[in-house]
Nanobody, 127 residues
């Protein structure tokens, strides 16, 4: 059973930066699609960003394009989310997710594509 654990959340002022990390329990995830989702209070979980197994393809939701960057280091079984120019509306619990396979590009942003989920880390952006 693969486990993924997020770290790096916290409180930051609007316009600031924060980096999240997600480390998987074993190296089988080097071939997995990895993604970040987020969920604000009272809202549905939404896709943030995803990366293919080698980082060659990345996907972002429109609201974070140009501000967030997803990357991975397969030698460390870790995926990162660098968040810059943060806005109060970015406040959410951020979840890391891993998928053994994703059937098509459009499915990268669909939560049901992912097999394993972390417990989440809180990101709060103050205005």
């Amino acid at each position: 059973q693969v486990q993924v654990v997020e770290s790096g959340g916290g409180l930051v002022q609007a316009g600031g930066s924060l980096g999240l990390s997600c480390t998987a329990s074993d190296s089988t995830t080097v071939s997995f699609v990895m993604a970040w989702f987020r969920q604000a209070p009272g809202k549905d979980r939404e896709f943030v960003a995803a990366t293919s197994w080698n980082g060659g393809s990345t996907y972002y939701t429109d609201s974070v394009k140009g501000r967030f960057t997803i990357s991975r280091d397969n030698a460390k079984n870790t995926v990162y989310l660098q968040m810059n120019s943060l806005k109060p509306e970015d406040t959410s619990v951020y979840y890391c997710a891993a998928a053994a396979a994703v059937s098509s590009g459009s499915m990268y942003s669909t939560s049901r594509s992912y097999d394993y989920w972390g417990q989440g880390t809180q990101v709060t952006v103050s205005s």
